[in-house]
């Protein structure tokens, strides 16, 4: 396999998680009796541009099906964040009713809308039917169809290029991430910005947050090997923010190369954070799968005791981390009885690969297990505020992070 970016022969593995079906493919009852379709879930480091990468098996239409299930506004503090974008991004670029703003990976118009509302032209771009009729419902323009740099200057003949081009959480999703880059480009008018959110690999490696490794991820991101990428294609990062969203994110700022930006010292500061951290040696990404490793045992130990001394354990968010994490360490009902979620589009189904039923929040109520496992621990001072009912009657909350982490 040759680099995503560089095209440099890939001869190195950074972590190895066995094979598990894709995160987001979540089972009906009657497909429990069906094959379940499994890939290798096994991650490469290029020692020439460092970009952290899954190994090729998956195609984007393959994980990202119209039934995907992952509905962004489901989360009060995903919501809450996206407001606080939009009075920032407002401030940094003065949107005039002329304005002309385009979503990638839109989702269910989670973040559109404060600038519908606000009466700034926008478009999502969104493959996922299930997502995408939410946005429409909501009155914004969604094109579903995959971003790629054909797409963009389509939008570009069609609605004029972009004042500002944003996207959240989906850079690491992109398979070719040079076409997806020079899309970005082709989108911009010659002053326009873009900003993305992605999970940072510092942090990931950092912390040993394993679990934010699946199949839907096709890259894990440093800045310096963004700048990279942004460079190739004729971009330029002048800005970056360090945020707490998804266990540690970043979300950079760019435009084209020859813009009128200056470039801020937060830029110099990451990258120095990088190096410092040892993101550009090779021997930082060959020792993780050890950290991966001690961490999901201590995990199973844990369950595996409660097991034993007659506890009830169930979990809270149907989250495409969780699933890695339960796959990974090979989880079943036995151990886990059964995870609820507040996703409408995910109860009354099953986690892929382990099986585990999932129902609405509910069913935690009247049920009052001992242990409660929240799967998406980025988002765990959230659901602890809808679970204190069942603390104060007893019940222990528990998540991979910071639980179960290594010093």
Known sequence: MKCRFCTSDLKYEFLDLGFAPPSNAYLTEAQ????????????????????????????????????????????????????????????????????????????????????????????????????????????????????????????????????????????????????????????????????????????????GQFDTIYHEHFSYLSLSTVSRIFATAGLRVWDVESLPTHGGSLRVYGSLANADFEANARVEAVLEAEESLGLSKLSTYLAFQDRAEKIKNNFLSYLLEAKQAGKRVVAYGAAAKGNTLLNYAGIKPDLVSYVCDGASAKQGKFMPGSHIPIFAPDKLFNDSPDVIIVLPWNLKSEVEKLLEPLVKGGAVVKSLFPDFQLP
């Open 32 to 207: 429990l009796i069906e094959p379940e379709k499994y890939f290798p879930l096994r991650v490469l480091v290029c020692d020439q541009c460092w970009l952290v990468q899954t190994e090729d098996y998956t195609q984007a239409h393959e994980l990202f099906t119209p039934d995907y299930a992952y509905f962004s506004s489901t989360s009060k503090s995903w919501m809450e964040h996206a407001r606080q974008y939009f009075k920032k991004i407002s401030k940094v670029i003065d949107l005039e009713s002329d304005g002309f703003v385009v979503e990638l990976a839109s989702n269910d118009g989670y973040l559109l809308r404060n600038f519908q509302d606000s009466g700034i032209r926008c478009v999502g771009v969104e493959p996922a039917i299930a997502t995408a009729e939410v946005a429409e419902g909501y009155g914004i323009n969604t094109i579903r169809e995959f971003f790629t740099e054909e797409l963009a200057h389509q939008i570009s003949g069609s609605h004029g290029q972009a004042d500002l081009v944003i996207g959240n959480n989906v850079y690491a999703h992109v398979p070719d991430i040079n076409d997806f880059t020079r899309g970005i480009k082709a989108l911009l008018k010659p002053q326009g910005v873009v900003t993305l959110e992605f999970p940072h690999l510092l942090r990931l490696i950092e912390d």
